[in-house]
């Protein structure tokens, strides 16, 4: 019997998001959330809004929070979109921008969903190949340049946490479409963001900037993001949006989290001191550790099998992402590694117990 899915659909193997263990009892720092509970505001906005009139539509633009927000980055709110977490931002820039006919692009190994998007849409794809210090060559930029109507980049990046300049960005501005800088990690890095380039004219009104609550803000459970782009851009996505997009709870819990930065400050603090804590004990185990700027590290062995420590791990409840990524090298090699999230002091204790006694 002939399917009835389209060929695109028919063709792809679907994104594979990390393990979620619904039992009690994990050390789970496999998927970078944040270890710490959301501020106390938080919690009061989502009660207060679930006491409230939930048996009629959210504000469809979300504006109270799109007024915060815009003060907070320094833009106007028409500046600012809104969206059922940074995944549904990459979204309605893939259907804003991308016909079937055009080609999406991204720095590879990193986000796979990207390229999941762009099968989706039925689109082409193409992987800028990172070398072994996660950098590309000035040639294959340009090529990117010329060939994409979209192209992402994590920044900081994942697996491997780096962070590039806004020069090296300027390199993989498509000549006829939109870079966009995923941040769902930069509150993390030295830079917190790159906001002062959406008023650059070197980018010419085609970059935007998307966000997440699902990181810093300790609100993956919501489903909450947005981006920032010039008001142009803002007006078409708009038009490919689903009109209530975001719920009215998610909306209220959002806002009040981006108000109250001083407890986003004070958790992000906590976090980058275990992570130059569990980056300096993984080192001494005989890790190579990738210098990064996210609430994770990136992590080879030169000698023990990566998934093999991932399984002993897995055995003892200490949940971790091990991570391959096949053709990801010029000679079309497969890279293996372990990305750990930066957990509480606790669990970086449970974990560093463990690999001593799995490694040795």
């Known amino acids: 019997m002939a399917s009835v899915f389209r060929p695109a659909v028919d063709a792809m193997p679907g994104y594979t998001p990390g393990e979620q263990p619904r039992q009690q009892g994990w050390v789970k720092l496999n998927t970078n959330e944040n270890p710490y509970p959301p501020s106390p505001a938080v919690v009061q906005a989502i009660?207060?809004?679930?006491?409230?009139?939930?048996?009629?539509?959210?504000?469809?633009?979300?504006?109270t929070f799109r007024t915060v927000a815009a003060e907070l980055f320094g833009v106007t709110p028409d500046w600012v979109l809104p969206a059922n977490?940074?995944?549904?931002?990459?979204?309605?820039?893939?259907?804003?921008?991308?016909?079937?006919?055009?080609?999406?692009?991204?720095?590879?190994?990193?986000?796979?969903?990207?390229?999941?998007?762009?099968?989706?849409?039925?689109?082409?794809?193409?992987?800028?190949?990172?070398?072994?210090?996660?950098?590309?060559?000035?040639?294959?930029?340009?090529?990117?340049?010329q060939k994409c109507k979209v192209f992402f980049v994590p920044c900081p990046n994942s697996p491997s946490g780096t962070v590039w300049t806004p020069n090296q960005l300027l390199e993989l501005l498509p000549e006829n479409g939109v870079?966009?800088?995923?941040?769902?990690?930069?509150?993390?890095?030295?830079?917190?963001h790159h906001g002062e380039?959406?008023?650059?004219?070197?980018?010419?009104?085609?970059?935007?900037?998307?966000?997440?609550?699902?990181k810093s803000y300790s609100l993956a459970g919501i489903r909450f993001g947005f981006c920032l782009a010039h008001p142009?851009?803002?007006?078409?996505?708009?038009?490919?949006?689903?009109?209530?997009?975001?719920?009215?709870?998610?909306?209220?819990?959002?806002?009040a989290a981006l108000r109250d930065q001083e407890w986003m400050l004070n958790n992000r603090d906590r976090i980058l001191k275990t992570?130059?804590?569990?980056?300096?004990?993984?080192?001494?185990?005989?890790?190579?550790?990738?210098?990064?700027?996210?609430?994770?590290?990136w992590i080879t062995h030169?000698?023990?099998?990566?998934?093999?420590?991932?399984?002993?791990?897995?055995?003892?409840?200490?949940?971790?992402?091990?991570?391959?990524?096949?053709?990801?090298?010029a000679d079309k090699q497969e890279l293996t590694g372990l990305r750990i999230t930066v957990g509480t002091e606790e669990q970086t204790d449970t974990l560093l117990q463990a690999l001593q006694q799995i490694l040795h």
């Not at 966009?180 to 830079?191: H, M, Q, R, S, W």
């Not at 142009?232 to 806002?255: F, H, P, Q, W």
């Open 47 to 63: 009660r207060d809004t679930a006491a409230g009139a939930l048996n009629v539509y959210p504000d469809p633009n979300a504006t």
């Open 232 to 255: 142009e851009l803002i007006e078409g996505m708009n038009r490919v949006k689903d009109s209530y997009n975001c719920d009215a709870i998610a909306i209220a819990a959002s806002t």
């Open 275 to 297: 992570r130059s804590r569990l980056v300096e004990q993984l080192a001494r185990l005989g890790f190579d550790v990738c210098p990064g700027q996210a609430n994770f590290v």
């Open 85 to 145: 977490g940074s995944d549904e931002n990459l979204t309605i820039i893939t259907r804003s921008f991308c016909d079937p006919q055009d080609t999406i692009g991204y720095p590879y190994p990193s986000y796979i969903l990207y390229e999941t998007l762009g099968q989706i849409q039925g689109c082409s794809v193409t992987r800028l190949l990172l070398d072994k210090h996660w950098q590309w060559t000035d040639a294959a930029a340009g090529t990117m340049r």
């Open 197 to 214: 380039l959406l008023l650059d004219e070197r980018f010419q009104k085609r970059l935007i900037i998307t966000r997440t609550f699902s």
């Open 302 to 329: 030169p000698t023990h099998d990566h998934q093999d420590i991932y399984q002993q791990l897995r055995n003892q409840r200490i949940l971790i992402r091990f991570m391959r990524f096949p053709h990801a090298t």
């Open 179 to 192: 870079l966009v800088l995923d941040e769902a990690y930069g509150d993390f890095a030295d830079n917190p």
